[in-house]
């Protein structure tokens, strides 16, 4: 149900994908609002048929741990996330993308949906994710962020720690989750 299958589009939902998937994800879905979570220096783009205002760009790496030259995810980052997701409309989709689709891109995504949908149980959109994209391993420091930000109390933590790491991968297949009520 969650996979995007050609010609199908959920009305207003989240799409997750790779870099290398957006240009086609934008085009197919009728996005409106497009959350780029790669490191500042690799600009990438506005999509063809996004507003400039509707792209956030987060420089970030993937990694749960400070290192030499790299960027780790912070609560700045998620408060941008958190603040440009509670000003999309949910009239289009939101498409939210990293490299490969896989652990920043999906940790956002979650985050979204709690955020947007406050009396969700966490590990029900753990366990909705995990269905959605068996590669889906979120980043976890993203998600301890947002649940101290969200005042979820461990609960996003616990429901993310529960689904455990996804199927290796290189590149995660594209995927719809709903926006919430």
Do not use: Y
Request: charged share 15%; net charge neutral; with cysteine.
């Amino acid at each position: 149900m969650n996979k995007i299958v050609s010609g199908t589009a959920m009305a207003t939902g989240i799409c997750v994908c790779s870099l290398s998937k957006l240009p086609a994800m934008t085009e197919r879905l009728g996005a409106s609002h497009v959350i780029t979570l790669i490191r500042e220096h690799e600009a990438i783009p506005t999509p063809a048929g996004i507003d400039v205002g509707n792209h956030l760009r987060v420089g970030i790496n993937d990694i749960v741990t400070p290192g030499d030259g790299l960027i780790h995810p912070a609560t700045e980052h998620v408060e941008a996330v958190l603040g440009f997701v509670r000003l999309w409309p949910r009239s289009s989709p939101i498409i939210i993308h990293c490299w490969a689709g896989i652990s920043r891109s999906t940790a956002a995504a979650f985050i979204t949906q709690c955020a947007l949908d406050p009396d969700a149980d966490p590990s029900a959109l753990a366990w909705a994710l995990r269905a959605a994209s068996p590669t889906a391993t979120p980043n976890r420091l993203m998600v301890a962020l947002a649940d101290d930000l969200l005042g979820a109390r461990g609960r996003m933590v616990k429901a993310i720690a529960a689904i455990g790491a996804g199927n290796a991968a290189m590149e995660g297949e594209p995927f719809l989750l709903p926006a919430g009520r």
